[in-house]
């Protein structure tokens, strides 16, 4: 049978028994539960500051196609132009880690889920740091601004402060 199981050997069930139950869990851990649709894409581009109006249709135009190459080029993603899986990926993961450290530094009531999605909320959020920081309100989270904001959520968050030289 399957991993030992029908034999007497505990110990050889036991072990195939958490091994299965371990990649199951990386599986499913692994996978983002749904793709962006073409609006809340561009919603997060335009969010990290690419130029791109915020629709529903293909993300085939050419406003759409050089956002994402600028995307995919300041992150090293491989330049093709198309919104496919490693770059959505790589965005949500932006868009994650902006709302962790926007719950950190802002303090948003209630705080804001961590999903990967640039919604209004984050785009307040965003306003309220900016306001914070006392830099103009766009409510646009470009990279100088991420970078601003996860070096306030370290000091934000116990023992994750870097030291003083």
Known sequence: ???????????????CLITASLVISDAALGV???NYTPQQFRSVLRGLGYNVKVT????TDAETTKAIREFQQGY???VDGIAGRKTQDFAASIIQ???????????????L?????????????????QEQFQLQETGI??????????EEAKKAIPGQATPEP
């Open 76 to 78: 090293k993603l491989g």
């Open 32 to 34: 983002r539960v749904r």
């Open 1 to 15: 049978m399957w991993c030992g199981i029908g034999k007497s050997n505990i110990v050889i069930a036991a072990t």
């Open 141 to 150: 989270a470009d990279l100088a601004f991420r970078q601003r904001l996860n």
């Open 56 to 59: 529903n249709t293909p993300l």
């Open 97 to 111: 880690i902006l709302q962790a450290n926007l719950n950190a530094v802002a303090k948003p009531k209630p705080p």
């Open 113 to 129: 889920p961590r999903d990967q999605f640039y919604s209004p909320r984050v785009e307040a959020a965003v306003k309220q740091a």
